[in-house]
């Protein structure tokens, strides 16, 4: 299928439901009728993406909108509305107007089936899939790649399971890492405060096991047998 008939089938699609919301709200006939036209006009000038971004955008503002019970103003294409200074928005302004008053309030006895209606219109082709052109899906291909070569190389070796001490002593951190053995977990060292000693022997730190200092610090014993580091959990 090309473009121009996912168009036309969607097309089809919100006619439908237009007419199922006329059979169910006689008083709406003129909105929905009006509303399909913009819907036409619309997707001349747009193409397909009313239905796959600015519709769902206009969903979601909805949702908001409700939680704050008020039709708060939008830049969301489509949104804007029939009335200068006004709140409703001129697609689905009748379904709109049966939800929120002029001035964008939530009504105090809001028609909880012209919220479904809306949430319906506004949502239906928000998972709609389509086969991409080769030029569109190059282009987003080619921005991942772009976004990952900006991306800082890592300092340490993340692939090997062995830790090597001498490669984290080479880091210009502020930070020192400590790696235990025995807990198999490292932990982040900040020289600014002291830990105890006897801490670092209880979880069999101070023997054999590298306690690695960056080039630009060193670690200083202070009289009552504390390391001037900080364990950060």
């Known amino acids: 299928m090309t473009t ?44 397909i993406r009313v239905f796959l971004e600015f519709l769902p955008a206009m969903g979601k503002h909805l949702d908001i909108c409700l939680s704050q019970r008020r039709l708060m ?20 302004k009748g379904l709109y107007l049966s939800v929120f008053d002029e001035s964008g309030e939530l009504r105090v006895d809001p028609d909880v089936r012209a919220v479904e209606f809306l949430r319906c219109l506004l949502g239906a082709a928000k998972k709609f899939r389509m086969p991409c052109s080769n030029s569109s899906t190059w282009e987003h291909v080619n921005e991942f790649y772009q ?21 984290a002593a080479d880091l210009s951190s502020t930070k020192v890492l400590l790696a235990s053995s025995l807990a198999g977990v490292i932990f982040l060292i900040n020289p600014a405060s002291p830990v105890p000693l006897f801490l670092l022997n209880s979880l069999g730190m101070s023997n054999g096991l590298p306690i690695v200092l960056p080039q630009s610090s060193e670690a200083s014993k202070h009289p009552n047998g504390t390391l001037d580091t900080d364990l950060e959990q």
Not at 22 to 41: F, G, H, Q, T
Not at 73 to 92: C, E, W
Not at 155 to 165: K, Q
């Open 4 to 47: 121009k008939s996912y168009e036309e089938y969607l097309l089809g699609l919100y006619k439908a439901m237009l007419s199922s919301i006329v059979r169910i709200r006689p008083r709406l006939r003129v909105d929905c009728e009006r509303d399909y036209k913009r819907l036409l006009s619309s997707v001349e000038k747009g193409g």
């Open 73 to 92: 103003p939008s830049h969301v294409a489509y949104m804007a509305p029939y009335k200068r200074h006004g709140a409703i928005p001129r697609l689905f």
């Open 147 to 167: 976004i990952d070569k900006e991306i800082r190389s890592p300092s340490l070796n993340w692939d090997d399971d062995e830790f090597d001490p001498q490669a």
